[in-house]
Nanobody, 113 residues
Framework: QVQFVESGGGLVQPGGSLRLSCVAS????????MAWYRQGPGKQRELVAT???????NYVDSVKGRFTISRGNARNTVYLQMNSLAPEDTAVYYC???????WGQGTQVTVSS
């Protein structure tokens, strides 16, 4: 059974940084395109960033230049470095394959002064 366990969220002031991590299990991690998604309050879940098995990355326009997705295949882990955070980045962040399979619990990111 595929599982994702996200961590690293928290409360941060505008302009601050956070690094999210996600450990995957029950899958051959290295062959999949991985992604981070987020769901803000009252909003639909949206795709934030993707990284292919070969390391090619893509981002939604709203996070380009601020967020960086990376992966560590030896540890079945995908990361999201988030810099220059803004209140509109407040959301529950989830990792998954792209396209997605089963969802984990996510990790809450709150950007507020």
């Amino acid at each position: 059974q595929v599982q994702f366990v996200e961590s690293g969220g928290g409360l941060v002031q505008p302009g601050g940084s956070l690094r999210l991590s996600c450990v995957a299990s029950g899958m051959i991690f290295s062959i999949y395109t991985m992604a981070w998604y987020r769901q803000g309050p009252g909003k639909q879940r949206e795709l934030v960033a993707t990284i292919t098995s070969g390391g090619r990355t893509n981002y939604v326009d709203s996070v380009k230049g601020r967020f960086t997705i990376s992966r560590g295949n030896a540890r079945n882990t995908v990361y999201l470095q988030m810099n220059s955070l803004a209140p509109e980045d407040t959301a529950v962040y989830y990792c998954n394959t792209h396209p997605p399979t089963s969802w984990g619990q996510g990790t809450q990111v709150t950007v507020s002064s």
